[in-house]
């Protein structure tokens, strides 16, 4: 079982590899790409089946470090296996779509490739036994991630999104590097299982904890960091399913679930997770609610998504494990593929991605429109979809944590689910009503914003709009050749792992555990949610949306201005940086080099007097006294 785990890591950093040296003849790189994927989901499945159980899989050998062990080991149990397996599924479905999806730019070589280090990477930190090896993975995700946004890097909007992405998630990985350094320095070893049994300074335990959850906000996109993951929408639509379904923003999930056993045993660093996933559940899914382009409202989505599942590692009492937090993001991979590449289908039909754009589009594509009503229904919550079930074991675990002495922590958590349930239903409600409800229902077409309109692929080329009627005239930028079988087999995949997906949650402690009344009290506020937009939204002839006063939806739509608050922020560090600066070479130096100055100076004034040419009359003056000398010398003899 040992070198299939190994190869689980390998095989995808080779592909990547053989990718990039085959990235002119894009058959080979992409026959590359998928059979590899598809050979390593086949691994994973095994894994999952038929883990070691084993936490002392040798890599390349351990560190010389002196007195600090650093044994590389690698891990593999049924978690390790289950979430191996889950996002190799979803990197297969992502390389198969995205040779379709990219089959006429002439980098999809380069792209491909990096999708398989992207895989390798999130494999890499899910097999790790280790802090260093996890840390690696954490960092090759995030170098993949910028080149991923930054794909079509001609657009100044992609390149600025990449490095904004880059950017902000490094700025919280220097609070990630500092918690891993605290905890192994507090176990003298970077082994996981050493780490996780150590005991000792309660000081280095708390710095560790509250590094890692601040690292993790940063990739999860958690407030205050989350303004770089709606902009990385800028990217093809594979890379936003890739990043938002099973890897990057869900790693932080996967981090603090292994690191569990010590979370659950500091209050501190929970009580800072629990505020800071509370938060940004509810405020991430307020903006998806006034979206005016598809991609971004899964994106607002996914942030919203990603605090619940942490909320369950912030809120669950110690013996009920991490579980509810795992299967919360096993079902999100699921359903999260499906939304985004089933956007990325529907934006090629319809030419962009503004929901103005998109309205009533969905209605006559058959397959993809009942694959997408799966997917949002299953986002919202509703039963017997495995979005169902993971959430209502979140709000159960929570539940448990409440009532079991959790105290405000837990509480503040399970009244977040419950705003974040009736949120979720309404901005799914009002994805389907738009989408699905034909044009000719709805009497006129809004106006389309032409800042959210572009697509990667895509344009709108012309906007008119009267009193009586308004017409979009779309066109395809490049000719999108119509979708192949496989492509389309893909999205069809996800739906029914949506559909059956709590099947793989068998066996997961803690993975399905939802309470009777918890689960009523949900599908009661789903129902009256949707009921809710269905009612103001007169059957879905209007978008709700435009029921939200223009002065709060405009600042909404831009994220209330969180990026003129990063630009602020950079502005105020380089201000600093600079003070610092002055201050140190013209305060803290001044006495230093003014002693030089002044050494420099005699110096040189010693230097010019011993090297200045006499003048006339002190000449005449020595030669006098030597002639004196002479005479008096020779009268005395």
């Known amino acids: 079982m040992s070198w299939i785990v190994r190869m689980i890591i390998v095989l995808p950093a080779l592909a990547a590899l053989v990718g990039l040296l085959t990235r002119r003849r894009r058959g080979l790189a992409a026959a590359v790409a998928v059979s590899v994927s598809a050979y390593v989901a086949v691994l994973g499945l095994i894994q999952w089946i038929a883990p070691s159980r084993t936490a002392d899989i040798e890599s390349i050998g351990s560190l010389p470090l002196g007195d600090l062990s650093v044994p590389l080991h690698l891990l593999s149990d049924r978690v390790s296996g289950l979430v191996a397996f889950v996002v190799a599924l979803v990197v297969l479905g ?9 089959r006429d730019d002439p980098r999809y070589g380069q792209f491909a490739a990096t999708v398989s280090l992207f895989a390798a990477g999130m494999l890499l930190l899910v097999q790790s036994g280790d802090l260093v ?13 910028w080149l991923l946004i930054g794909h079509d890097s001609e657009r100044a909007a992609a390149r600025r999104a990449a490095y904004k992405a880059f950017i902000v998630t490094r700025v919280a990985d220097i609070a990630m590097v500092v918690g891993i350094v605290a905890l192994s320095v507090r176990a003298r070893s970077t082994d996981l299982m050493a780490v996780l049994t150590a005991g000792g300074d309660d000081t280095l335990l708390t710095i560790g904890l509250v590094g890692i959850v601040i690292g993790v906000a940063g990739k999860s996109g958690l407030v205050p960091f989350h303004d770089w993951l709606p902009d990385a929408m800028e990217g093809p639509t594979p890379a936003s399913a890739l990043i938002h379904a099973a890897t990057m923003v869900a790693a932080g999930t996967y981090v603090i679930a292994r690191l569990f056993s010590l979370y659950a045993g500091h209050d501190g660093a929970r009580t800072l997770l629990a505020v800071l996933t509370a938060v940004t559940m509810v405020y991430a899914a307020l903006l998806a609610l006034v979206q005016t382009d598809l991609k971004r409202m899964l994106a607002y989505s996914t942030l919203s998504q990603i605090a619940i599942m942490l909320s369950a590692l912030a809120a669950a009492p110690a013996e009920l494990g991490p579980g509810a937090g795992i299967a919360h993001l096993v079902g999100h991979a699921f359903f999260k593929a499906l939304l985004f590449l089933g956007a990325g289908w529907l934006s090629v039909l319809a030419g962009a991605t503004a929901v103005a754009a998109l309205r009533g589009r969905l209605r006559p594509t058959g397959a993809l429109r009942w694959s997408m009503g799966i997917g949002l229904a299953a986002l919202a919550g509703v039963p017997p979809l495995i979005g169902f079930f993971t959430k209502d074991t979140v709000i159960d675990a929570a539940l448990e944590g409440a009532t079991g002495g959790g105290g405000f922590r837990a509480w503040l958590v399970v009244v977040a689910l419950f705003v974040t349930v009736v949120l979720t239903a309404a901005y799914c409600t009002r994805a389907w009503l738009l989408l699905d409800t034909p044009v000719a229902a709805t009497g006129r077409l809004p106006d389309v914003e032409p800042a959210v309109v572009a697509e990667e692929d895509v344009a709108v080329v012309t906007t008119t709009d009267s009193a009586d009627d308004a017409e979009v005239e779309r066109v395809h930028a490049h000719g999108h050749a119509p979708i192949t079988l496989p492509a389309a087999l893909v999205v069809s995949v996800l739906a029914a792992l949506t559909v059956v997906g709590t099947l793989f949650l068998v066996g ?16 009661l506020l789903v129902a009256g949610a949707a009921y809710a937009v269905w009612s103001l939204s007169d059957r879905g002839r209007l978008d709700v949306a435009d029921r939200v006063p223009s002065r709060v939806r405009e600042p909404a739509v831009r994220g209330f201005g969180v ?12 201000a600093v940086a600079r ?13 230093p080099r003014a002693t030089a100055v002044v050494a420099r100076a005699a110096g040189r004034a010693g230097e010019r007097s011993h090297r200045a040419v006499p003048s006339l009359s002190l000449l005449s003056l020595l030669v006098g006294v030597v002639v004196v000398a002479v005479l008096g010398v020779a009268a005395w003899r």
């Open 563 to 574: 990026d003129t608050a990063y630009v602020g922020f950079g502005r105020a560090v380089t």
């Open 579 to 591: 003070l610092v600066v002055a201050l140190d070479r013209d305060v803290v130096d001044a006495y």
């Open 94 to 102: 992502i390389q198969v779509f995205t040779a379709w999806y990219l």
């Open 133 to 145: 090896l996890m840390l690696v993975g954490w960092e090759v995700m995030g170098w993949c991630s």
């Open 508 to 523: 997961l402690r803690g993975g399905v555990h939802v309470g009777l009344l918890s689960a009523l009290l949900s599908v």
